[in-house]
């Protein structure tokens, strides 16, 4: 219950204070521009409840500057088509029930055949309002006055408060995916030095996976950079800045599959062995080196945050550099503890040669993550595998245009006398 408590605790952090962001600043915008067109709209005495001016503003009011004006049209399609249905129903028959439906329903309809898309709900909330308050007579002109006010607030607004380029919370979501995935090598690697067996296999597969949830949240937060640049007056040092974070994070998005599929090929080697001999999936020595491997490879994504943030990113490169040269040092001695016979053991020569292949890619993927946007030809072009492809199936045991997704299967077929 405390765990829980505190994993809560630290999820409530993130979101209100989560690094590069401004506490407050769009609730502060969404709230300046509704009072703002309030009051601009009594002032111009439109009506004696201008609610449909703040709730343009409201609507209108985005994250980014591109957004605003971009989906701004569509919010005042919204509007302005709930309030042509009710100041039709309104002059009818008024406000009954089944005149709310007839409302809910034609604004609905008109909305589809506009097209309004995800604006679609904005004309029938905003014809059920109008009904409340009246939309009969000349009601119906000053709402769309109104809107069309509103709109305008609301647009102004975010021009004029300090459009943010969400530069820095994207440097700092990479930063955070980096680090996420450099602790779950830590946790790996140390998992890996103590007992094992298929329940420590599935744990680890399971939590390689969770990590996806910071992949897709660092890649939702670079998309929102690169939007924010769009008709933004200052953003030419955000497009120079766009390719590095984009570079940084495909690459660190791979190296997540990557873990992925190693984790999984030590998952597929553990139930190989039969229920009594899972430890045995790898010796002592075979998952001391792993560990230790793996214990490179989270020094070495750490070091990728700097690049993402641009803080002294060319220092963090040659660090990079340096652990990825341990890296090889590592591969090569994990290449000689796993070496098998094939013809003695085919089995654990594809599972072998499965996770050896997610190793050399995990060495390839790091390094692209820490390019230049500038360099010409990616570090898979230049790199030399240590792995050497079988003559007939490949590592995997697969033909050579089978797909194979982070978390395929590997797994030999078992020997009869393994239970299933």
């Not at 090889?328 to 085919?346: E, G, K, Y």
Request: glycine residues 6%; contains cysteine; aromatic residues 4%.
């Amino acid at each position: 219950m405390l765990g829980a408590s505190a994993r809560l605790h630290e999820q409530i952090r993130a979101t209100l204070l989560r690094r590069g962001r401004t506490p407050g600043l769009r609730t502060a915008k969404a709230t300046l521009a509704v009072i703002t067109a309030y009051l601009l709209a009594e002032v111009l005495h439109l009506s004696e409840h201008p609610i449909v001016a703040a709730l343009m503003a409201l609507l209108v009011v985005q994250l980014t500057l591109y957004k605003t004006l971009i989906h701004g049209l569509g919010h005042i399609g919204g509007v302005l088509t709930g309030v042509l249905v009710a100041f039709g129903v309104a002059n009818v028959v008024g406000l009954t029930w089944w005149s709310l439906g007839a409302v809910v329903a034609g604004s609905l309809a008109a909305g589809r055949l506009l097209r309004l898309g995800p604006h679609l709900f904005e004309a029938p909330i905003t014809a059920m309002l109008l009904l409340e308050v009246g939309a009969g007579g000349v009601h119906a002109l000053t709402r769309v006055a109104e809107a069309l006010l509103g709109a305008g607030v609301g647009i102004t607004v975010s021009v004029l408060i300090a459009p943010p380029l969400y530069l820095q919370p994207a440097g700092e979501a990479i930063g955070d995916l980096a680090e996420r995935m450099a602790t779950f090598a830590r946790d790996l690697a140390d998992g890996l030095r103590g007992p094992w067996s298929r329940s420590a296999a599935d744990y680890w597969l399971t939590q390689a996976r969770a990590v996806r949830e910071e992949v897709l949240h660092a890649d939702l937060t670079v998309a929102r950079a690169e939007e924010s640049t769009r008709l933004h007056p200052h953003a030419r040092s955000a497009r120079d800045a766009q390719p590095r974070l984009r570079i940084t994070l495909t690459g660190l998005e791979r190296c997540h599959l990557t873990l992925r599929t190693l984790t999984r090929a030590i998952l597929d080697r553990t139930y190989f062995m039969p229920l009594p001999e899972q430890s045995a999936a790898y010796t002592p020595d075979q998952r001391a080196a792993l560990a230790d491997l793996l214990i490179t490879t989270a020094a070495a994504l750490d070091s990728v945050t700097p690049i993402a943030t641009g803080t002294n990113p060319d220092t963090a490169r040659h660090r990079v550099e340096a652990h990825l040269a341990e890296l090889d040092i590592q591969r090569h001695r994990i290449n000689t503890l796993l070496s098998v016979d094939p013809q003695t053991d085919q089995a654990a020569w594809k599972q072998h040669g499965a996770l050896l292949a997610s190793i050399d890619r995990l060495r390839v993927e790091i390094a692209a993550a820490a390019r230049q946007a500038d360099e010409a030809t990616p570090p898979e072009a230049t790199h030399t595998p240590l792995v050497t492809a079988p003559a007939h199936p490949n590592q995997h045991g697969l033909k050579p245009h089978d797909d194979v997704g982070p978390d395929t299967p590997i797994v030999s077929p078992k020997p009869s006398h393994i239970a299933q």
